[in-house]
Nanobody
Framework: QVQLVESGGGLVQAGGSLRLSCAAS????????MGWFRQAPGKEREFVAG????????YSADVVKGRFTISWDNAKNTLFLQMNSLKPEDTAVYYC???????????????WGQGTQVTVSS
């Protein structure tokens, strides 16, 4: 079992920055690759960024590439998403999730956090 708890969401103006955190716990947490997803009202959940369990490889969706950076602190078992140059269209609930092999497909992720709201005002 893996438990995931996100934090760091909030309200920010367009062009601003936020850093999301996801605290991971559980006996097998080091076995999983991690991802960030988001879901805006009326839209499907979409992949944002992912990182392999070793931290050696990352992958970001085109819509956030160059603005968002995913990272993993092994010592603290904490996943981060640094979000810069935020746009109103980034407004969504952001979720962290764990998977056995890095993928963009949400159905491949076994464990999910409760989500944290990010709102970007224009």
């Amino acid at each position: 079992q893996v438990q995931l708890v996100e934090s760091g969401g909030g309200l920010v103006q367009a062009g601003g920055s936020l850093r999301l955190s996801c605290a991971a716990s559980g006996r097998t947490v080091s076995s999983y690759s991690m991802g960030w997803f988001r879901q805006a009202p009326g839209k499907e959940r979409e992949f944002v960024a992912g990182i392999t369990r070793s931290g050696a490889s990352t992958y970001s969706a085109d819509v956030v590439k160059g603005r968002f950076t995913i990272s993993w602190d092994n010592a603290k078992n904490t996943l981060f998403l640094q979000m810069n140059s935020l746009k109103p269209e980034d407004t969504a609930v952001y979720y962290c999730a764990a998977t056995t092999a890095l993928t963009t497909q949400s159905y491949e992720y076994s464990y999910w956090g409760q989500g944290t709201q990010v709102t970007v005002s224009s």
